[in-house]
Nanobody
Framework: QVQLVESGGGLVQPGGSLRLSCATSRSIFTFSLMGWYRQVTGKQRELVASITTSGSTVYADSVKGRFTISRDKPASTIHLQMNSLNPEDTALYYC?????????WGQGTQVTVSS
C-alpha cells in the first residue's frame, strides 16, 4: 500500500515563503514520477511541479522562478519550496506519485496567502 503524507501548509502573507513536504511509504525511486498539484474549489486540479526518477523537473509557468521541487536522500520525501507567494497561490496542494501506471494522491495540505 502506498501512502503519501503532505505537511507544511499554512497561512502566509503575500511575498512570504512556505516549504511543503511529502513523505512516502516507499522509496521515491520506486515511482517514475512525483510532483505537486493544486486545486481551488470549483476549478480543475493543476500541475504545479514534477520530478522524475532521473531528476528532470517541470514547472507550471505561473510558478517558474518562485517554486522549487526537490527530493531528500535517503529518498523517501519530496519538497516544494515556495517563495514570493501571492494570493493566487492559495489552494489545496496535493502530493502525487505514479508507479507502473497507477497514480497515488495524498490528502492535501492547505496553503493560504493573505494579508
Amino acid at each position: 500500500q502506498v501512502q503519501l503524507v503532505e505537511s507544511g501548509g499554512g497561512l502566509v502573507q503575500p511575498g512570504g515563503s512556505l516549504r511543503l513536504s511529502c513523505a512516502t511509504s516507499r522509496s521515491i525511486f520506486t515511482f517514475s514520477l512525483m510532483g505537486w498539484y493544486r486545486q481551488v474549489t470549483g476549478k480543475q486540479r493543476e500541475l504545479v511541479a514534477s520530478i522524475t526518477t532521473s531528476g528532470s523537473t517541470v514547472y507550471a509557468d505561473s510558478v517558474k522562478g518562485r517554486f522549487t521541487i526537490s527530493r531528500d536522500k535517503p529518498a523517501s520525501t519530496i519538497h516544494l519550496q515556495m517563495n514570493s507567494l501571492n494570493p493566487e497561490d492559495t489552494a489545496l496542494y496535493y502530493c502525487h506519485a505514479r508507479r507502473t501506471g497507477t497514480d497515488y494522491w495524498g490528502q492535501g495540505t492547505q496553503v493560504t496567502v493573505s494579508s
